[in-house]
């Protein structure tokens, strides 16, 4: 298993920008890829971005491209969500998933998620 801790959430004014973190431990050799998803209060919980552990293969959200950027160090087995030009519909809260076999980024199983983080964009 993979234990998975969030933190960088907080809060911010629209236009402004949040970066946060996913640190990985227990079984991280066993890490394929990690994702980030949110769920705002009220909707369902959605797919934000991905990054392969090898390779650093990245994939985005239509929502958030060009917006946020997804970066790893695998040395410190650390993911990260840089968010830039934030929006009121950005709020939610964010979980950094890991993914230990090679699926699909949206619809593929997650196998280990971390407690979240809450981002709140205010207008």
């Known amino acids: 298993q993979v234990q998975l801790v969030e933190s960088g959430g907080g809060l911010v004014q629209a236009g402004g920008s949040l970066k946060l973190s996913c640190v990985a431990s227990?079984?991280?050799?066993?890490?394929?890829?990690m994702g980030w998803f949110r769920q705002a209060p009220g909707k369902e919980r959605e797919f934000v971005a991905r990054?392969?552990?090898?390779?650093?293969?990245?994939y985005y959200a239509n929502s958030v491209e060009g917006r946020f950027t997804i970066s790893s160090d695998n040395a410190k087995n650390t993911v990260y969500l840089q968010m830039n030009s934030l929006k009121p519909e950005d709020t939610a809260e964010y979980y950094c998933?890991?993914?230990?076999?090679?699926?699909?980024?949206?619809?593929?199983?997650?196998?280990?998620w971390g407690q979240g983080t809450q981002v709140t964009v205010s207008a």
């Open positions: 990054i392969t552990w090898s390779g650093g293969f990245t």
């Open positions: 998933a890991a993914q230990r076999a090679a699926r699909p980024p949206v619809t593929g199983r997650y196998d280990d």
């Open positions: 227990g079984r991280s050799f066993s890490i394929y890829s």
